[in-house]
């Protein structure tokens, strides 16, 4: 069983819909990290967090540290959205110091429809 | 772009060639970390230096595999006597600080040995 899941491995939607994207983990973190991959692009960060929810635009990103879980939020989802998006942890403790290496998910391929 | 330059961007090899590629991170960066990617999968952490020393490996580091960061600047991996199973792409990133922050990814650089 890899460290980092994600659910699903394949997202396709309409343009307008709300999109949800799980990661489960089952060590402990420091920090949780949404990242986006573009076709033949590099990989962006979205999101660093170790609790709570953050906000960037049309994008949310929460976390339940006692659950091990974290949930990424696009709404008003738009063609441009279509990408990899990945989970990625840093292991160690939540405050501790970690080397910051991180441990991926596999990815969830989003495509969105006009 | 996010500023961490890698070299080259493909790298068509036959087996049993050797290979360097070269990273470039932010420069205020002290953290640069190695990692691989094959089709379908997320990215999997190869090796880490803080500054100039190579703090960690990971198992998937091969004996055919070196890394370095001579002077804490750019960094290069060399994987020697190269095999089919070594096609992938080849992200670096780097970070600053001592906990786990964003770290920042090249383009990468895609090995495809034949």
């Known amino acids: 069983k890899n460290e980092v899941e994600q659910s699903p491995q394949n997202l396709t939607a309409q343009e307008g819909e709300f999109i949800t994207i799980n990661c489960s983990y089952s060590?402990?973190?420091?920090?949780l990290h949404w990242l986006q991959q573009h076709p033949g692009g590099g990989i962006v960060s979205l999101f660093m967090?170790?609790?709570g929810k953050k906000k960037h635009g049309r994008l949310i990103a929460t976390i339940n540290i006692q659950e091990k879980h974290s949930s990424l939020h696009i709404t008003a989802s738009h063609p441009r959205d279509s990408a990899v998006y990945i989970c990625?942890?840093?292991?160690?403790?939540?405050?501790?110091?970690?080397?910051?290496?991180?441990?991926f998910g596999q990815g969830t391929i989003l495509t969105v429809h006009p | 772009d996010t500023g961490v330059s890698q070299d080259p961007r493909h790298k068509i090899t036959k087996r049993g060639q050797n290979v360097t590629f070269r990273c470039d991170p932010i420069?205020?960066?002290?953290?640069l970390y190695w990692y691989r990617q094959t089709l379908g999968q997320g990215p999997e952490f190869l090796t880490y230096?803080?500054?100039?020393?190579?703090?960690?490996k990971s198992r998937l580091l091969s004996d055919r595999f070196s890394a370095e960061r001579p002077k804490g600047s750019f960094s290069t991996l060399e994987i020697q006597r190269t095999e089919q199973g070594d096609s992938a792409m080849y992200l670096c990133?780097?970070?600053?600080?001592?906990?786990?922050?964003?770290?920042?990814f090249g383009a990468g650089t895609r090995l495809s040995v034949l």
């Open positions: 990133a780097s970070s600053l600080g001592s906990s786990a922050n964003i770290q920042y």
């Open positions: 060590v402990g973190i420091s920090a």
């Open positions: 967090l170790s609790s």
């Open positions: 990625a942890v840093s292991p160690g403790r939540t405050g501790g110091t970690s080397y910051g290496k991180l441990t």
């Open positions: 420069s205020e960066h002290n953290r």
């Open positions: 230096f803080q500054n100039e020393a190579q703090l960690e």
